[in-house]
């Protein structure tokens, strides 16, 4: 069985400082690991992904993402908040060769103050 | 490239009324296809997958089905909706081959049940 915790179903930061999201997961097999960007009313865009390699890896947007199996988490971070990243985030995991069948956690409220 | 497309974007429905979803891929062939629904307050939760035509899995127990007509036309309806059933409603698609690891979303449609 698979599961995905987001902690903090809020974040605030201000504009220029580091953004750090959360996400921990639980998986039986190895797993593929996802971050997702929702802005309101809107679908959900990738903004990275992680399947078998290099562990930090790098998305869209300047955001980046470590995949630690250790601590079994895959926190997604940025160097410096811009206020058009202000959105709805959600880590996700999948199983191999499970495609689209994703688990997701319950997503963290991006707000960056000017 | 490919594309999905979903409609209506909202809906605003009684309860007890009938209910039809559409999604539709383009650019792609033989996709597996998603409906996911997020509640509010809540995360995303997938409702059925598709790996071909006439094929439905269902993940959850509801008042809704799905039904997969033409290789890439997938819809989800009811035929009396709940308050329950209100929510945001994502369509997805994914590949089939070993290097498609991810989902693609739709814009989505925001039910609401009155």
């Known amino acids: 069985a698979q599961s995905v915790t987001q902690l903090g179903s809020h974040v605030s930061v201000s504009e220029g400082a580091l953004v750090l999201l959360r996400c921990n997961y639980s998986?039986?097999?190895?797993?593929?690991l996802f971050w997702y960007v929702q802005y309101p009313n809107q679908g959900l865009q990738l903004l990275l992904k992680?399947?078998?390699?290099?562990?930090l890896v790098k998305g869209i947007n300047g955001f980046e993402a470590e995949f630690k199996k250790s601590e079994t988490s895959f926190h997604l971070t940025k160097p410096s908040a811009h206020m058009s990243d202000a959105a709805e985030y959600f880590c996700?995991?999948?199983?191999?060769?499970?495609?689209?069948?994703?688990?997701f956690g319950q997503g963290t409220e991006l707000s960056v103050k000017p | 490239s490919q594309t999905i497309h979903q409609w209506p974007a909202t809906l605003v429905q009684p309860v007890g009324s009938p209910l039809s979803l559409e999604c539709t891929v383009e650019?792609?062939?033989?996709?597996?296809l998603y409906w996911y629904r997020q509640a509010a307050g809540r995360g995303l939760q997938l409702l059925f997958y598709?790996?071909?035509?006439?094929?439905i899995s269902s993940e959850v127990p509801q008042n809704l089905s799905a039904s997969r007509p033409q290789d890439r036309q997938f819809i989800l309806s009811s035929k009396k909706l709940l308050l329950s059933d209100s929510g945001f409603y994502l369509c997805?698609?994914?590949?089939?081959?070993?290097?498609?690891?991810?989902?693609?979303f739709g814009q989505g449609t925001r039910l609401t049940v009155v």
């Open positions: 598709s790996v071909g035509i006439g094929q």
């Open positions: 998986s039986s097999v190895p797993p593929y």
């Open positions: 992680y399947t078998t390699g290099a562990t």
């Open positions: 650019g792609t062939s033989n996709p597996n």
């Open positions: 997805a698609w994914s590949g089939r081959g070993p290097r498609d690891t991810e989902a693609f």
């Open positions: 996700a995991v999948s199983g191999n060769n499970q495609g689209g069948k994703l688990i």
